[in-house]
T-cell receptor, first 113, second 108 residues
């Protein structure tokens, strides 16, 4: 049982490039989330999904896209990377929507130059 | 929208007790959670309050007053490994909204 896994761990992008951050969970959780965390700050919700085929915007969705074709996977797509997207990205999952416990992946550090 | 306030930093010595306060303003509210994050690591769940009162989990306790929109995390018998950032988070519908975090530094 690996929990929530994320790849890559670290990536450097040039301005205007695109990439996909991968997230997978093996706990059969319906709810999955993407957050970004800027230095010294809390986590801000980018997108979330309540089940396969269903996604919705969070607090800071601009510049990102998501898809949820399976229960296990929830990739985050960055199009036209900008320096403002330099951050640490965390994926999380939970069994129920209003459950108190979200399980976080180890994070992806992204640097856009 | 959501607004959460917590102190930015707290420093204490080993064995001491630390209380981290969190006040919130939310449009909806299911409960208040607390997460711990060590430097360079992922947030991990610590505690949750849906109803008023105190919840105790080992050395950590969490309190909630819904009428005051206020909660706190109490860290007892501080250990060096407790040096980390602590975040309060409001559960609204099925989304978490996090505070900016409190950095706790434990000194020998």
């Amino acid at each position: 049982n690996a929990g929530v896994t994320q790849t890559p761990k670290f990536r450097i992008l040039k301005i205007g490039q695109s990439m996909t951050l991968q997230c997978a969970q093996d706990m059969n959780h319906n709810y999955m989330y993407w957050y970004r965390q800027d230095p010294g700050m809390g986590l801000k919700l980018i997108y979330y999904s309540v089940g396969a085929g269903i996604t919705d915007k969070g607090e800071v969705p601009n510049g990102y896209n998501v898809s949820r074709s399976t229960t296990e996977d929830f990739p985050l797509r960055l199009e036209l990377a900008a320096p403002s997207q330099t951050s640490v990205y965390f994926c999380a999952s939970s069994r129920q929507g209003n459950q108190e416990t979200q399980y976080f992946g180890p994070g992806t550090r992204l640097l856009v130059l | 929208g959501q607004s959460l306030e917590q102190p930015s930093e707290v420093t204490a010595v080993e064995g001491a007790i630390v209380q981290i306060n969190c006040t919130y303003q939310t449009s909806g509210f299911y409960g208040l959670s607390w997460y711990q994050q060590h430097d360079g690591g992922a947030p991990t769940f610590l505690s949750y309050n849906a109803l008023d009162g105190l919840e105790e989990t080992g050395r950590f306790s969490s309190f909630l007053s819904r009428s005051d929109s206020y909660g706190y995390l109490l860290l007892q018998e501080l250990q060096m490994k407790d040096s980390a950032s602590y975040f309060c988070a409001v559960i609204d519908d099925y989304k978490l909204s996090f505070g900016a975090g409190t950095t706790v530094t434990v000194r020998a």
